[in-house]
């Protein structure tokens, strides 16, 4: 099922010392609440490609001046930090977000006291996963009906009210109740009290309440291992460092290969590129020598990387001989260098950038091909694989991992299994990002410089994520013995589709 690898990842931050959450008690005064706001505003309409791509210029402004007019009287972080959520929220793009701190990770592991549990949302519940407090009572599995009085419907509502997310995609949104970012959220949004009565519903379907005192997620998760509730389920979920590229074949799926890719990775453009060259003929050397003729491509939990790795992937796996043009075009709005500070741009390198930039008559700029006026075109790969092709998306597959399903649905090259991506199936808005720490507040806000345009077919449901041909959800008791249901489903349609081609 979904791969928890954000756990391994918060593990791995364990080391910090534990701080006081000073942003509860934090008050900015209206000269403060300006400029920061103002230096939002101004990065947002110089800079943001896709400001008005899903919500019109009218409702945007409308937005940023409603904000605006509040600031006159001074407010606390947390209120002010719902207001650059808010505003982030109308823009629609999961690359328009902001945390409270620059140290995220800092800030949601030690900073902050929350409810103990690193919870899972499945199917708009939201389950215990590991308990993290030393009550014996909550089991994992145990699913959460309320928070000090608060439904999880209601608190819910708060998070998807805030959450970021791409065009109208909103089936995502329950990843905001996995880990670090469940804790970052009803921290800030919902309640920051130092002692939860929770309301349960138990393994056997019955209400049970118990109170929990507050802990920081650093001290939840050293308790995973004292609490013996946990012990079980733990080891299910232990795992080691994740592979860029990991191919498997499954010993119950004849003729049947996985690639699973965690991330689409590398130091540089094309550090990826040829990492990606590498391992495909790498693996389709080994899938010819045994006769594979079904391939599962696993994109679940991939948030993305480089966009060359998409490109490079469908190379491998096109049907036709025809060069194609994997993006259709990329939009640009940046006109000077004012925000160059906030990101991994020097001086130099816009000089370079704006050759690539052609200026329309709406102010915009369209992203051309340097070495030419004709498109930028991959050619397929002469070894490509010829065989049956199946992919596996949910929503933790984003950015250009989205956008690399996106590309291999609209050619049809194979079967989709799982759950909408949370990324826009004909492109998000990405490439390079600005960085930024606003100065007073110091929320950490990121916002892309390109709006890139897949050259894709519509999908018929527009403004959404990939969704896939058979939409295929996990069940709590798959939760407690880590059964991948959506890869077992594809396993059942390779056996099917077998028995069809078999000789009467």
């Not at 003729?255 to 550090?271: H, L, R, Y």
């Not at 079904?294 to 096109?318: A, F, K, M, T």
């Not at 490439?431 to 100065?439: A, E, N, V, W």
Request: proline residues 4%; glycine residues 6%; positive net charge.
């Amino acid at each position: 099922m979904k791969r928890l690898s954000l756990l391994a990842v918060l593990i791995g931050n364990l080391s910090f010392g534990q701080q006081i959450d000073t942003l509860k008690t934090t008050v900015l005064s209206p000269k403060q609440l300006k400029e920061d706001f103002q230096l939002y505003r101004k990065m947002l309409e110089e800079t943001h490609p896709g400001l008005y791509r899903y919500t019109s210029k009218e409702h945007m402004q409308s937005t940023l001046d409603s904000v605006a007019s509040t600031l006159v009287k001074p407010k606390s972080f947390y209120q002010f930090y719902k207001d650059i959520l808010h505003i982030g929220a109308q823009i629609r793009c999961t690359h328009s977000y902001a945390f409270p701190s620059k140290k995220v990770s800092q800030y949601s592991m030690n900073q902050i006291s929350t409810v103990p549990f690193y919870t899972y949302g499945m199917n708009e519940k939201v389950y215990v996963l590991f308990n993290g407090s030393m009550n014996e009572g909550i089991k994992p599995g145990f699913e959460i009906l309320s928070i000090n009085g608060n439904s999880i419907e209601s608190i819910k509502e708060q998070f998807y009210t805030y959450a970021w997310s791409d065009a109208s995609i909103e089936s995502s949104k329950i990843r905001f109740f996995a880990g670090s970012l469940f804790w970052m959220f009803y921290h800030a949004l919902v309640d920051k009290s130092e002692r939860f009565d929770i309301t349960f519903k138990d393994l056997d379907g019955k209400l049970q309440m118990f109170h929990v005192k507050a802990l920081t997620p650093r001290t939840s998760m050293a308790n995973y291992k004292k609490n013996p509730v946990n012990k079980s389920i733990l080891k299910k979920y232990k795992q080691g460092k994740r592979k860029m590229f990991k191919l498997g074949f499954p010993k119950d799926a004849d003729k049947t290969a996985t690639i699973s890719i965690s991330v689409f990775g590398g130091d540089s453009e094309e550090d990826a590129q040829q990492k990606t060259r590498k391992f495909m003929d790498m693996a389709i050397k080994k899938m010819e020598k045994v006769g594979v003729e079904s391939l599962i491509i696993d994109l679940r939990s991939n948030q993305g990387g480089w966009d060359i790795v998409g490109s490079e992937l469908l190379s491998y796996l096109v049907k036709s001989d025809e060069p194609f043009e994997y993006w259709r075009k990329g939009i640009a709005i940046i006109k000077d260098t004012t925000f160059l500070k906030y990101t991994e741009y020097s001086y130099q390198d816009w000089l370079i950038a704006k050759k690539e930039l052609k200026e329309q008559p709406d102010g915009t700029f369209l992203v051309v091909n340097p070495d030419g006026p004709n498109p930028v075109l991959t050619q397929p790969k002469p070894n490509r694989f010829k065989g049956d092709l199946y992919f596996l998306i949910q929503e933790t597959t984003g950015s250009a991992a989205s956008e690399f399903a996106g590309a291999a649905k609209s050619r049809n090259l194979g079967t989709f299994v799982g759950s909408e991506t949370n990324a826009a199936y004909d492109g998000g808005n990405s490439s390079t990002f600005i960085k930024m720490t606003l100065p007073n507040s110091g929320i950490y806000v990121n916002s892309p410089l390109v709006a890139g345009y897949l050259n894709v077919k519509p999908q018929k449901i527009p403004n959404r994520g990939v969704l896939p041909h058979h939409e295929v959800n996990f069940i709590r008791d798959d939760l407690l013995i880590r059964y991948d249901r959506q890869l077992e489903f594809v396993k059942g349609l390779i056996r099917k589709n077998d028995k069809k081609t078999e000789s009467p």
